[in-house]
């Protein structure tokens, strides 16, 4: 089983399939493929990085410490390095860098944050960091400096400047990072004030925001401090302190993403990992080392990945959160629910069954376009792609585990211009027991992908039925699909992660769109993305205005009138808009107690949250918990020991000191790991993991939020037996299956439990309950070694 990802695995079969037609003279080398000869990864492994590093990689950062289960590090390595550094023992995964794409599609008074600025104690956010990840960033507007004309942003991170070397009269001599030394140019808060005070200040600190004013809006909801007086397009002036952020103190590092040419996306997801890690070193090095607390928010996203929480960025996040205080990442749920970017099929295909799903690309397109599907890892898809034509040709079949498929759209066309459409079906992922199915279409250059209808075909090839989710990248002019498209399980990555506080966004007021559709006051957004995950677990986690929302605007400047004469201000909506609303209460919640952690956060959040009416009931697909409250998560938000609130204060010295996190249990996440290499070393350890995987979440979302589910949980000692299993995982080859726990047998605890389960849960839940239950039923008492190796043996 290769440790590359399949897109990588069809990159360079894509490479190959070029590189033998050129040598073959079938074709002129100019009419291949743009294939890159350095690609960005991120790497999952548990061994020494310098193995990594000998075997290729140029290592940008690594997330996890020695003591962690398994480490991610991103770097860049050149192509035909990639299947060596797949090939080190202790590398798990080797994720090819995705394209990510901003999510722009009287709010402060809606989500009731406006009180909390006013009393004996305002929270404002003051001593606490709000890191944005984003586009651009147009640092000189007055709402983000203090009223002396100096900068509230401590440190810009620039990724797509490359340094410049000094010149004569420069006021200091660009550098990037230390962290991350090959990559973008870094400004500090002085270098940022030299430049507020020069003649041409986009000379001095040389990032900008011109393209759309993306990164300058989502700053400014959650943190423009409002000073700015100014008009927005066509309107009269409005006065300063109108446009309020929701922490209008709070310090600000910005990251400006790598921008990605042609397809309108602006970043990569390495880099947008790199990005969190960046932040929280800033954050943590502030105040001599003491730190600050810090929330990022993060609006951009992407389409591809598992959609479960298991992509290689996310996992980078969740190590940078888990066990940490003073730390929190907001993300925009994306504006993909009426996008028509994911289908998947309405009931399970069965076993001998066939599954069609078309989508539509439209004519001139000469991107390079991705489709990505995956399914249940219990069952087997065989896939065929066919391309417009009559008659359509249409592909051979590749079944899971085939070496890539190199499939020709218009074999009629001139050879110069033939497109190829490069289909890889994976084994198991190890990381969630599924399966995946990617098809990668990279024309020549200048040449459009053949524009019409496609079909991919799935049949079932295994012995339980396929529950198969497919979803189109995004970009301008982009696929969509045709049929079996959905609203639901929209949520763009890395908004599935666990740790991460994923928003949707909702109207505070009416709206009318330049197509003339009207959104009215409470109502969900039409373009908001919808959960649930893949696996049904809950996101969306809350809902923010994200409709029509008014913030900062880029690249607006005064003259010799009065402000109210210039566009300092701007309407724009998406989740983008959403997410920002949140990561400001966030750092107000911060200022009142550093101490907190994420889930403490999303707790407080989640728990206060407003129901929305119309019928909605709590938590919900498209909702999360609800509309934010501020007021209300505040409330819910206790006090420190000690009185140790945020930060210190806004200009503390900046030293190289980072303060450690607090981890969680090493030696029991060891042993977990040992415990999954030992099942996982038998096909029934396949089995057995996909089936856990795949109803993990939703059970423990019965046993968290259903009173009659945990009722019968733990009148039937279901934390005993939790604990009772996490014992297999110390020596799992000598372990057996406990036959009770306490005085009563294992198999009556077990049947109650699942009759439970069985009444309470999802219909998928009730059948593989009935498909097992009996199996399940007989493992008490033997050990684990011979249920792993009766049923392996068995088939």
């Given at each position: 089983?290769?440790?590359?990802?399949?897109?990588?695995?069809?990159?360079?079969?894509?490479?190959?399939?070029?590189?033998?037609?050129?040598?073959?003279?079938?074709?002129?080398?100019?009419?291949?493929?743009?294939?890159?000869?350095?690609?960005?990864?991120?790497?999952?492994?548990?061994?020494?990085?310098?193995?990594?590093?000998?075997?290729?990689?140029?290592?940008?950062?690594?997330?996890?410490?020695?003591?962690?289960?398994?480490?991610?590090?991103?770097?860049?390595?050149?192509?035909?390095?990639?299947?060596?550094?797949?090939?080190?023992?202790?590398?798990?995964?080797?994720?090819?860098?995705?394209?990510?794409?901003?999510?722009?599609?009287?709010?402060?008074?809606?989500?009731?944050?406006?009180?909390?600025?006013?009393?004996?104690?305002?929270?404002?956010?003051?001593?606490?960091?709000?890191?944005?990840?984003?586009?651009?960033?147009?640092?000189?507007?007055?709402?983000?400096?203090?009223?002396?004309?100096?900068?509230?942003?401590?440190?810009?991170?620039?990724?797509?400047?490359?340094?410049?070397?000094?010149?004569?009269?420069?006021?200091?001599?660009?550098?990037?990072?230390?962290?991350?030394?090959?990559?973008?140019?870094?400004?500090?808060?002085?270098?940022?004030?030299?430049?507020?005070?020069?003649?041409?200040?986009?000379?001095?600190?040389?990032?900008?925001?011109?393209?759309?004013?993306?990164?300058?809006?989502?700053?400014?909801?959650?943190?423009?401090?409002?000073?700015?007086?100014?008009?927005?397009?066509?309107?009269?002036?409005?006065?300063?302190?109108?446009?309020?952020?929701?922490?209008?103190?709070?310090?600000?590092?910005?990251?400006?993403?790598?921008?990605?040419?042609?397809?309108?996306?602006?970043?990569?997801?390495?880099?947008?990992?790199?990005?969190?890690?960046?932040?929280?070193?800033?954050?943590?090095?502030?105040?001599?080392?003491?730190?600050?607390?810090?929330?990022?928010?993060?609006?951009?996203?992407?389409?591809?990945?598992?959609?479960?929480?298991?992509?290689?960025?996310?996992?980078?996040?969740?190590?940078?959160?888990?066990?940490?205080?003073?730390?929190?990442?907001?993300?925009?749920?994306?504006?993909?629910?009426?996008?028509?970017?994911?289908?998947?099929?309405?009931?399970?295909?069965?076993?001998?069954?066939?599954?069609?799903?078309?989508?539509?690309?439209?004519?001139?397109?000469?991107?390079?376009?991705?489709?990505?599907?995956?399914?249940?890892?219990?069952?087997?898809?065989?896939?065929?792609?066919?391309?417009?034509?009559?008659?359509?040709?249409?592909?051979?079949?590749?079944?899971?585990?085939?070496?890539p498929l190199v499939f020709i759209t218009n074999p009629l066309a001139l050879a110069a211009n033939q497109v190829p459409?490069?289909?890889?079906?994976?084994?198991?992922?190890?990381?969630?027991?599924?399966?995946?199915?990617?098809?990668?279409?990279?024309?020549?250059?200048?040449?459009?992908?053949?524009?019409?209808?496609?079909?991919?075909?799935?049949?079932?090839?295994?012995?339980?039925?396929?529950?198969?989710?497919?979803?189109?990248?995004?970009?301008?002019?982009?696929?969509?699909?045709?049929?079996?498209?959905?609203?639901?399980?929209?949520?763009?990555?890395?908004?599935?992660?666990?740790?991460?506080?994923?928003?949707?966004?909702?109207?505070?007021?009416?709206?009318?769109?330049?197509?003339?559709?009207?959104?009215?006051?409470?109502?969900?957004?039409?373009?908001?993305?919808?959960?649930?995950?893949?696996?049904?677990?809950?996101?969306?986690?809350?809902?923010?205005?994200?409709?029509?929302?008014?913030?900062?605007?880029?690249?607006?400047?005064?003259?010799?009138?009065?402000?109210?004469?210039?566009?300092?201000?701007?309407?724009?909506?998406?989740?983008?808009?959403?997410?920002?609303?949140?990561?400001?209460?966030?750092?107000?919640?911060?200022?009142?107690?550093?101490?907190?952690?994420?889930?403490?956060?999303?707790?407080?959040?989640?728990?206060?949250?407003?129901?929305?009416?119309?019928?909605?009931?709590?938590?919900?697909?498209?909702?999360?918990?609800?509309?934010?409250?501020?007021?209300?998560?505040?409330?819910?938000?206790?006090?420190?020991?000690?009185?140790?609130?945020?930060?210190?204060?806004?200009?503390?010295?900046?030293?190289?000191?980072?303060?450690?996190?607090?981890?969680?249990?090493?030696?029991m996440l060891r042993r977990l790991q040992r415990f999954q290499q030992f099942v996982l070393q038998f096909p029934a350890?396949?089995?057995?993991?996909?089936?856990?995987?795949?109803?993990?979440?939703?059970?423990?979302?019965?046993?968290?939020?259903?009173?009659?589910?945990?009722?019968?949980?733990?009148?039937?000692?279901?934390?005993?037996?939790?604990?009772?299993?996490?014992?297999?995982?110390?020596?799992?080859?000598?372990?057996?299956?406990?036959?009770?726990?306490?005085?009563?047998?294992?198999?009556?605890?077990?049947?109650?439990?699942?009759?439970?389960?069985?009444?309470?849960?999802?219909?998928?839940?009730?059948?593989?309950?009935?498909?097992?239950?009996?199996?399940?039923?007989?493992?008490?008492?033997?050990?684990?070694?011979?249920?792993?190796?009766?049923?392996?043996?068995?088939?």
């Amino acid at each position: 089983m290769s440790a590359l990802d399949p897109r990588l695995q069809s990159l360079l079969a894509t490479r190959d399939h070029h590189g033998g037609r050129v040598r073959s003279r079938a074709v002129a080398p100019g009419a291949a493929p743009a294939i890159p000869d350095r690609v960005g990864v991120l790497v999952k492994f548990t061994g020494p990085p310098d193995d990594l590093r000998h075997a290729g990689l140029e290592v940008e950062a690594i997330f996890g410490d020695e003591a962690s289960a398994f480490r991610i590090a991103t770097g860049t390595i050149a192509l035909d390095a990639a299947e060596a550094l797949a090939g080190v023992p202790h590398v798990i995964k080797v994720e090819m860098d995705r394209p990510v794409y901003g999510e722009l599609d009287v709010s402060t008074v809606e989500i009731k944050a406006k009180p909390l600025r006013s009393g004996a104690s305002p929270l404002t956010g003051q001593g606490v960091v709000i890191g944005v990840i984003d586009d651009g960033f147009d640092y000189r507007h007055h709402a983000l400096r203090f009223s002396s004309g100096g900068s509230r942003v401590l440190f810009i991170w620039d990724q797509s400047q490359t340094v410049r070397a000094r010149r004569p009269g420069d006021p200091f001599q660009e550098a990037a990072p230390p962290e991350f030394p090959t990559l973008g140019v870094e400004y500090s808060q002085a270098q940022i004030d030299q430049a507020l005070r020069a003649s041409d200040p986009l000379d001095v600190v040389r990032t900008t925001d011109d393209s759309r004013g993306h990164g300058t809006h989502v700053t400014g909801i959650a943190a423009g401090d409002g000073s700015q007086a100014g008009t927005k397009p066509d309107e009269t002036c409005s006065g300063a302190d109108t446009y309020i952020g929701v922490a209008p103190m709070a310090d600000i590092i910005f990251v400006k993403n790598v921008f990605e040419a042609g397809v309108n996306a602006i970043g990569r997801s390495r880099n947008l990992a790199n990005a969190v890690r960046y932040i929280f070193i800033r954050a943590a090095q502030l105040d001599n080392g003491t730190g600050r607390p810090c929330v990022i928010n993060i609006s951009q996203g992407d389409n591809l990945g598992p959609h479960d929480g298991t992509s290689l960025v996310e996992q980078a996040i969740n190590l940078e959160l888990n066990g940490r205080q003073g730390r929190a990442v907001v993300k925009s749920a994306g504006n993909e629910g009426a996008a028509d970017h994911h289908a998947m099929s309405a009931t399970p295909i069965p076993v001998g069954g066939s599954l069609s799903i078309t989508f539509s690309v439209k004519a001139g397109d000469t991107n390079d376009r991705f489709l990505e599907c995956w399914y249940n890892g219990t069952t087997s898809l065989d896939v065929t792609l066919a391309a417009p034509g009559v008659p359509p040709p249409v592909s051979a079949v590749v079944h899971p585990g085939d070496a890539p498929l190199v499939f020709i759209t218009n074999p009629l066309a001139l050879a110069a211009n033939q497109v190829p459409a490069t289909i890889a079906s994976t084994e198991l992922n190890l990381d969630n027991g599924d399966k995946q199915i990617t098809v990668d279409f990279r024309s020549p250059v200048g040449v459009s992908i053949p524009n019409g209808t496609y079909t991919i075909r799935f049949t079932n090839t295994g012995d339980q039925p396929a529950v198969v989710h497919c979803w189109l990248d995004r970009g301008s002019d982009s696929p969509v699909f045709t049929s079996n498209f959905t609203r639901s399980h929209t949520i763009s990555i890395p908004g599935t992660a666990d740790t991460v506080i994923t928003v949707a966004s909702y109207a505070a007021e009416t709206f009318t769109s330049l197509s003339g559709a009207i959104t009215e006051p409470g109502e969900l957004a039409d373009s908001s993305s919808r959960g649930p995950r893949r696996t049904d677990a809950q996101k969306p986690d809350i809902a923010a205005p994200g409709v029509s929302i008014t913030a900062a605007r880029a690249g607006s400047h005064g003259g010799c009138c009065c402000d109210c004469c210039y566009t300092f201000y701007v309407d724009k909506s998406g989740t983008s808009m959403a997410a920002p609303h949140v990561a400001g209460v966030v750092a107000l919640m911060f200022q009142r107690n550093r101490t907190l952690d994420w889930q403490a956060i999303k707790t407080a959040i989640t728990t206060t949250a407003r129901n929305p009416g119309g019928g909605v009931a709590l938590p919900d697909r498209n909702w999360g918990a609800g509309k934010i409250d501020a007021s209300a998560a505040l409330g819910a938000t206790p006090a420190p020991a000690g009185g140790v609130g945020g930060g210190r204060s806004a200009r503390g010295p900046v030293t190289q000191t980072v303060r450690p996190g607090v981890m969680h249990d090493r030696s029991m996440l060891r042993r977990l790991q040992r415990f999954q290499q030992f099942v996982l070393q038998f096909p029934a350890g396949h089995h057995w993991a996909a089936l856990v995987s795949r109803h993990f979440d939703e059970v423990l979302r019965l046993i968290n939020t259903n009173r009659r589910v945990a009722t019968i949980w733990h009148r039937n000692s279901g934390p005993a037996l939790v604990r009772a299993a996490l014992t297999l995982a110390e020596d799992p080859a000598r372990a057996s299956i406990p036959a009770g726990v306490g005085d009563v047998p294992l198999t009556e605890q077990l049947d109650r439990i699942f009759d439970n389960w069985r009444r309470l849960g999802s219909p998928r839940l009730a059948a593989d309950i009935d498909r097992y239950r009996a199996e399940v039923l007989t493992l008490p008492g033997r050990s684990l070694q011979s249920i792993l190796t009766d049923r392996s043996s068995a088939g």
